[in-house]
């Protein structure tokens, strides 16, 4: 016989769990969805042509934020340049030569340390070793720490990516007399390019909105620069700058900076999201 | 090679031609008579290339090491005056002055830990409620579309949840929710000293409550991820037992992946410990310790980021590379945590 009080409570307490679960899923996404929206109402007012024509003005004055998003660029680009080889080799050696080796391992955990460690200390590290023996803030230093941010997402990805690569193909080439790193070479890289090219893109999705690293390697600068040894500005540190200012216009632009960077950001990652879906077809 | 070569040449080539006299080169005769078989100095120089190219990647690797130890090793040294001059003290001082020169690591620490528990407080159960829905609720159609929208947040930069937490979030909170808590949890015998004092807006309650929402798309993602790798038939068979879904999730999705929704909770909390900026903007930088978690307060990130540029004395910048320190030791014993958790779970998820 089926004790019905029993089962009833159960199914009781199913539903209410349900519910729960329901309720916390459709919480989580509402302020998720608002964030989002509030960024696109406050954020497309202040949009026109001026945003990317005119450098960050003076206190309640009109400009455009042509020097920060200039900045941002070259930043991003120096630090992917640097930081991507690196990364790549890295990822190389883990998958290839040293795949059960002592120092895969200990390097696999330091770098998924690294993949989440306190940006703004990277930030104190980089001002240690390059800001103050230069003794100026500059660009490159900033394009550095960024650089040290590529690292462990790349090295990640690469070494992931390479161990996909099925033996067999690398067991044909060596069959050939090919030389181990022309196997790496011509058969492990081609086969993981996509994924390493992912793994870049996430990178720089994740460098571009960073901030706290550049606080006090690149710093800012309200003009135009592209001096790499000089102050830079860029657009997380301009929206940083200008969001705690008390003047509307510099808010304003605030807004649409951070509105342009998390366009980028979401741009780069679903870019990385198809690519990876078209490889697995 | 050189028969290899004429093979290849006489399919290509009009029948009929003399293919001896055609692949005789005398330059290359003379050079190969001068160093030897050719094949040997090509195979030669190919093994020289993958040693060189292996000592590459392996250095490529060490320096991945080199960065984690130039990390501790700067911010040891950066933070030996401050730490020579105040000693262990340094740790339990509350005492922030910038004029007196007199700092103490307290208020920070106790920031950083608060709106991480806050954080935690919040995002744990939401975090985990999505990911039940998403693998046992949710149907099919939506489950793709729900599961990239959250991981794509989960890659927004916390400056546009700072921006977002200054302008809207915390005027939001001064002017409905914290006159509300005040009159109502303020109250509470025992726990009413957390909510007392005006509605400021920014504070701790804030910072933590934005942090929750960003590290709310990180746990949600992860924990689906781990909630995947139970066996569909160990469910399939609770189910056959005639068990409900919430007595699947309860009594074997989380069992099972115990261990691996801990290790994505400190991961989670590595995140949330480190997080800078969507901090810096609310939480009011106020080097004090209050009881009420509606008052301003800071962290180790957000001092560092409000104060390093404009510390000029030399105990300053120190003393802010010792929180750097604290931070980063924290930090890296959680995610150290966190990680062998996670590792201890692949290894299982592959022996299953």
Do not use: H
């Given at each position: 016989m089926i004790d019905n009080a029993l089962y009833r409570r159960r199914k009781l307490r199913n539903r209410f769990h349900m519910m729960m679960s329901l309720a916390t899923a459709v919480f989580g996404l509402v302020w998720l969805v608002l964030i989002l929206a509030m960024l696109l109402v406050k954020g497309i007012g202040g949009l026109n042509l001026a945003v990317f024509t005119q450098m960050t003005p003076p206190p309640s004055a009109s400009g455009g934020l042509l020097n920060a998003i200039a900045g941002s660029l070259i930043l991003t680009f120096l630090g992917v340049i640097i930081?991507?080889?690196?990364?790549?080799?890295?990822?190389?050696?883990?998958?290839?030569?040293?795949?059960?080796?002592?120092?895969?391992?200990?390097?696999?955990?330091?770098?998924?340390?690294?993949?989440?460690?306190p940006s703004i200390v990277i930030g104190l590290f980089v001002y240690s070793i390059?800001?103050?023996?230069?003794?100026?803030?500059?660009?490159?230093?900033?394009?550095?720490?960024?650089?040290?941010?590529?690292?462990?997402?790349?090295?990640?990805?690469?070494e992931d990516m390479l161990l996909l690569v099925p033996n067999q193909m690398r067991e044909a080439a060596a069959a050939l007399g090919a030389p181990r790193w022309t196997v790496i070479r011509y058969v492990g890289y081609r086969a993981a390019k996509t994924g390493i090219i992912t793994g870049i893109l996430l990178a720089i999705a994740r460098i571009s909105g960073e901030t706290a690293p550049l606080l006090f390697t690149a710093l800012n600068n309200q003009f135009w620069s592209t001096n790499i040894f000089a102050p830079m500005p860029s657009l997380p540190v301009v929206i940083f700058q200008f969001a705690l200012s008390p003047y509307e216009d510099w808010q304003?632009?605030?807004?649409?900076?951070?509105?342009?960077?998390?366009?980028?950001?979401?741009?780069?990652?679903?870019?990385?999201?198809?690519?990876?879906?078209?490889?697995?077809? | 090679m050189n028969e290899n070569k004429n093979a290849a040449d006489t399919r290509l080539r009009p029948r009929g031609t003399d293919m001896v006299e055609l692949t005789f080169d005398p330059a290359e005769a003379?050079?190969?008579?001068?160093?030897?078989?050719?094949r040997r100095n090509s195979q030669k120089?190919?093994?020289?290339?993958?040693?060189?190219?292996?000592?590459?990647?392996?250095?490529?690797?060490a320096f991945v090491l080199m960065i984690l130890f130039g990390v501790i090793f700067t911010l040891i040294e950066g933070s030996l005056p401050a730490l020579l001059h105040f000693g262990p003290s340094f740790i339990w001082t509350e005492e922030w002055n910038p004029?007196?020169?007199?700092?103490?690591?307290?208020?920070?620490?106790?920031?950083?830990?608060?709106?991480?528990?806050?954080?935690?407080?919040?995002?744990?159960?939401?975090?985990?409620?999505?990911?039940?829905?998403?693998?046992?609720?949710?149907?099919?159609?939506?489950?793709?579309?729900?599961?990239?929208?959250?991981?794509?947040?989960?890659?927004?930069?916390?400056?546009?949840?700072?921006?977002?937490?200054?302008?809207?979030?915390?005027?939001?909170?001064?002017?409905?929710?914290?006159?509300?808590?005040?009159?109502?949890l303020g109250n509470v015998p025992g726990i009413g000293w957390l909510f007392a004092g005006p509605p400021y807006g920014i504070g701790v309650l804030t910072a933590g409550l934005?942090?929750?929402?960003?590290?709310?798309?990180?746990?949600?993602?992860?924990?689906?991820?781990?909630?995947?790798?139970?066996?569909?038939?160990?469910?399939?068979?609770?189910?056959?037992?005639?068990?409900?879904?919430?007595?699947?999730?309860?009594?074997?999705?989380l069992p099972y992946t115990r261990v691996g929704v801990i290790g994505g909770v400190m991961l989670a909390l590595g995140r949330a410990l480190g997080e800078t900026m969507a901090i810096t903007f609310v939480i009011g930088n106020a080097h004090r310790i209050s009881a009420s978690v509606?008052?301003?307060?800071?962290?180790?990130?957000?001092?560092?980021?409000?104060?390093?540029?404009?510390?000029?004395?030399e105990l300053h910048t120190s003393s802010l590379t010792a929180l750097g320190l604290i931070l980063f030791v924290i930090t890296f014993i959680v995610l150290a945590c966190a990680r062998l958790l996670l590792a201890s779970l692949n290894k299982r998820a592959g022996g299953v």
């Open positions: 930081g991507t080889p690196v990364a790549v080799l890295a990822g190389t050696y883990m998958a290839e030569y040293g795949r059960y080796s002592k120092l895969t391992n200990v390097v696999r955990f330091i770098n998924d340390i690294l993949l989440s460690a390059m800001v103050r023996p230069m003794g100026n803030f500059s660009g490159i230093a900033g394009a550095v720490a960024l650089a040290i941010l590529v690292v462990p997402v790349v090295v990640r990805t690469t304003r632009l605030a807004w649409t900076g951070a509105l342009l960077i998390t366009v980028a950001v979401l741009t780069l990652s679903v870019l990385a999201r198809v690519l990876v879906s078209k490889e697995a077809k | 003379r050079a190969s008579e001068k160093t030897g078989d050719p120089r190919l093994i020289l290339g993958d040693k060189f190219f292996k000592l590459l990647t392996g250095a490529a690797a004029v007196k020169e007199r700092f103490g690591a307290l208020a920070p620490i106790y920031g950083t830990i608060m709106t991480s528990l806050i954080a935690m407080l919040v995002a744990v159960p939401v975090g985990l409620g999505i990911a039940i829905f998403l693998t046992e609720l949710c149907p099919p159609f939506l489950r793709r579309p729900i599961g990239i929208a959250i991981e794509l947040l989960a890659g927004i930069p916390s400056i546009i949840y700072g921006i977002w937490g200054l302008f809207i979030f915390a005027p939001f909170l001064q002017r409905y929710v914290q006159p509300l808590m005040i009159d109502t934005i942090l929750a929402i960003m590290v709310l798309p990180f746990i949600a993602s992860i924990t689906r991820d781990v909630f995947e790798t139970v066996p569909p038939v160990l469910k399939e068979s609770a189910y056959g037992l005639g068990a409900t879904t919430w007595e699947v999730v309860w009594k074997i999705v509606l008052q301003p307060g800071t962290t180790i990130s957000a001092s560092i980021a409000n104060e390093f540029v404009e510390a000029l004395a």
